[in-house]
């Protein structure tokens, strides 16, 4: 059975993509942090302020780009015909 993607929903996708690139980015800035933490003597608060807002500017580029395609996706659609995919139903 075959099925089109008829609308991406871009506030939806965008504010899912935009919360997994952030947390994404946090997790990898923890060992960042670390070795940041061990490599010097003196750290100044420059670090710990990108921990924080590297995640929250990666939420937002995330999302506006995330809601762009979807955008995107939706006006070209009706040209294109959109994503298709087949389903089965398993037993």
């Given at each position: 059975m075959r099925h089109q993607i008829v609308r991406l929903s871009p506030h939806q996708n965008g504010k899912v993509f935009g919360a997994l690139m952030a947390i994404i980015s946090a997790i990898l800035l923890v060992p960042l942090l670390l070795v940041a933490i061990l490599?010097?003597?003196?750290?100044?608060?420059?670090?710990f302020i990108i921990v924080i807002?590297?995640?929250?500017?990666?939420?937002?580029?995330g999302?506006?780009?995330s809601a762009l395609g979807c955008?995107?996706?939706?006006?070209i659609f009706k040209h294109t015909g959109?994503?298709?995919f087949e389903i089965r139903k398993l037993d």
């Open positions: 490599s010097a003597p003196k750290i100044n608060h420059t670090v807002v590297l995640p929250i500017a990666y939420f937002i580029i999302y506006i780009f955008t995107i996706y939706n006006l959109g994503f298709e």
